[in-house]
Nanobody, 123 residues
Framework: QVQLVESGGGLVQAGGSLRVSCAAS????????MGWFRQAPGKEREFVAA????????NYADSVKGRFAISRDNAKNTVNLQMNSLKPEDTAVYYC????????????????WGQGTQVTVSS
């Protein structure tokens, strides 16, 4: 079992930056692919970014490409999402996820999920 806990969410003005982190416990994430998803009120959960366990290949949703960066620190058992040039439409609860299906954008490819952290971007 893997427990995932997100942190770092908050309120930021449009154009600002924020970094959310995901701390894993229970087992090492060294051999797990990691992803970030988000869900805004009244909308379905959507893919944001993912990173593979080997080589660290990344995948991003078109809406965040060039603004967000996912990274992992296997020694610390953490995954981070650096968010720059934030827009009001980035407002959502951000979820960390872990799985073994590569850097898939499908939530079905992830077995473990965190509880989420709220990110609010004001205009």
């Amino acid at each position: 079992q893997v427990q995932l806990v997100e942190s770092g969410g908050g309120l930021v003005q449009a154009g600002g930056s924020l970094r959310v982190s995901c701390a894993a416990s229970g087992r090492t994430i060294s051999y797990l692919d990691m992803g970030w998803f988000r869900q805004a009120p009244g909308k379905e959960r959507e893919f944001v970014a993912a990173i593979t366990w080997s080589v660290g290949r990344t995948n991003y949703a078109d809406s965040v490409k060039g603004r967000f960066a996912i990274s992992r620190d296997n020694a610390k058992n953490t995954v981070n999402l650096q968010m720059n040039s934030l827009k009001p439409e980035d407002t959502a609860v951000y979820y960390c996820a872990a799985g073994t299906a590569g850097y898939t954008s499908s939530p079905l490819g992830y077995t473990y999920w965190g509880q989420g952290t709220q990110v609010t971007v004001s205009s």
